[in-house]
């Protein structure tokens, strides 16, 4: 069987294919496609197409080997082949984000670096030049890490370890709703309201994110046990073919926990299905999903009609995750329904105690010392 990156692939009229990368005459890389019945045919000529350039020097083919070597290869040409394996093995929407990191911060920026060369200073130096945020430099060094990683396992040599730089950078403030634009939020989608602002409310009260409200079908509200089967999620991305330059895709959720199964109250249940029409088939847009940046536009203009300020779509799952502490629910319960790995990034991330909570466990404190000691000593 082929390992898994091997560049050697079964195709559909059943002859296997291999590709190995050569220097073409104006200096760039070019993939080179051998063919054969078998794998271990295709794998023999492979070999034998390296062995042939060893001993020629006359192309520049990547060449793995069983111990650690000292040569050395162009990142570019080794993050392009990661890519592929990411391309075949990971989600497309996966692929799609680390595409688009390449082209716009690493192709360019890094062109003729040597994997040798990726320090940290090196790719410090190179990631200094663009005006980049925070999240985004923690996302390059992490795909550039990949790739290194890539090249230590498929040939063998050594590369730079590399220090996330950003992981110390001073973090942005979370942004939640304060009880009075909550207060006007709510008296505003329930008045006069529609499955648009009835879709803003289940966000605030079950923390769903933009991607799994826009894809909420109606079959997954199981009218039972009164639960929403959060399934799948929708993001636009970059398109490959056609004419358009992206696309709304459907994939399934972020992560293996964010398929989960969140309860609703009777109030919520009975809101969403006042709503319900048998002919349709999502919740906010009938018959496909509704596109994200449109019910983003709509949330911001709610926000405008009630004089609050212009908050980020997401505040309304921090907000949400805020008010669940604060009413007393246990963290490991609020993990689970946000859809999270462990409880500690729930904690780190997505709980916010309010100001109302910090004065209100001040104010039990004092209670507390009082009861302690009795009637404080008045002076004189």
């Known amino acids: 069987m082929p390992r898994r ?3 050697i692939r079964k195709r559909k009229d059943g002859r296997w294919e291999g590709r190995y990368r050569t220097a073409s005459t104006d200096g760039k890389n070019r993939y080179v496609s051998i063919y054969g019945k078998s794998y271990r045919e295709v794998k023999e000529k492979l070999l034998d197409r390296i062995r042939m350039s060893c001993e020629t020097a006359s192309e520049d083919i990547y060449q793995p080997t069983a111990s650690t070597t000292n040569q050395d290869f162009d990142f570019c040409g080794i993050f392009e082949e990661w890519l592929e394996t990411v391309a075949q093995t990971r989600k497309y929407s996966t692929y799609v984000k680390y595409r688009t990191l390449y082209r716009c911060h690493i192709q360019n920026e890094f062109y003729g670096d040597k994997c ?3 320090t940290d200073s090196h790719v410090s130096d190179r990631l200094a030049g663009q005006e980049i945020s925070d999240g985004t ?3 390059l060094l992490a795909v550039i890490r990949q790739a290194l990683r890539y090249a230590e396992r498929e040939y063998r040599i050594s590369t730079p370890s590399l220090i996330n730089h950003s992981a110390h950078s001073i ?3 979370i942004e939640i709703m304060d009880r009075a634009e909550q207060t006007r939020l709510i008296r505003f989608l329930l008045n006069d309201s529609d499955i648009s602002k009835i879709g803003i409310y289940l966000c605030l009260s079950t923390g769903l994110r933009l991607g799994e409200v826009c894809s909420l079908k109606w079959n997954d509200i199981d009218q039972t046990r009164k639960l929403i089967h959060v399934n799948r999620t929708v993001q636009r991305i970059s398109s490959q073919t056609g004419q358009a330059r992206t696309t709304l895709l459907e994939t ?3 992560t293996v926990f964010s398929r989960r199964d969140i309860p609703i109250s009777d109030e919520l ?3 969403l299905m006042a709503y319900r029409q048998d002919s349709q088939e999502y919740v906010l847009c009938g018959h496909k999903p509704m596109e994200p940046r449109t019910y983003q536009n709509h949330f911001k203009n709610y926000l405008q009609q009630i004089n609050a300020p212009a908050y980020n ?6 907000t949400f995750a805020t008010n669940c502490i604060g009413n007393g629910m246990d963290i490991k ?9 462990n409880v500690q990034f729930t904690m780190n991330r997505y709980v916010h105690p309010t100001m109302d909570t910090k004065r209100r466990y001040i104010n039990a404190l004092a209670t507390t010392y009082g009861q302690l000691c009795g009637q404080l000593p008045t002076s004189g």
Not at 313 to 318: A, C, S
Not at 333 to 338: A, G
């Open 116 to 118: 040798g060369q990726m």
């Open 269 to 271: 249940f009975s809101l």
């Open 313 to 318: 779509f997401h505040t309304l799952r921090h």
């Open 333 to 341: 319960s609020l993990s689970e329904i946000l859809g999270h790995s």
């Open 252 to 254: 399934a959720p972020k």
């Open 5 to 7: 990156g091997e560049n």
């Open 171 to 173: 973090p942005h403030p």
């Open 137 to 139: 430099k923690r996302s």
